[in-house]
Nanobody, 120 residues
């Protein structure tokens, strides 16, 4: 079955950086666009970034544009999210899933996510 295992979260000070990883399995990874999402306490899950199946196209939420970079390694079935210049408002549980940025039609089951906390 479709599975996602996110890792790399943690506690970081404002202005710091983290690199998240998401290992995918159960489908032909290289055939699908992939996206990162996040959910802060008391808020709905939101799209953060997306990348095309062959790494050509990327898209970002306005709130993270210029600070976050999504990438993928199709040989490792893994998608990454490099997060720089982190802000307290980036605090959330981060998830990955398949499908283009902003689309819900190809979503698989959600993984456990990885907690990112930005605080001094």
């Amino acid at each position: 079955q479709v599975q996602f295992v996110e890792s790399g979260g943690g506690l970081v000070q404002p202005g710091g950086s983290l690199r998240l990883s998401c290992a995918a399995s159960g489908f032909t990874f290289s055939s699908y666009a992939m996206s990162w999402y996040r959910q802060a306490p008391g808020k709905e899950r939101e799209s953060v970034a997306g990348i095309g199946s062959q790494r050509v196209t990327t898209k970002y939420a306005d709130s993270v544009k210029g600070r976050f970079t999504i990438s993928r390694d199709n040989a490792k079935n893994t998608v990454y999210l490099q997060m720089n210049s982190l802000k307290p408002e980036d605090t959330a549980v981060y998830y990955c899933n398949r499908g283009p940025y902003g689309s819900t039609s190809l979503l698989g089951s959600w993984g456990q996510g990885t907690q990112v906390t930005v605080s001094s």
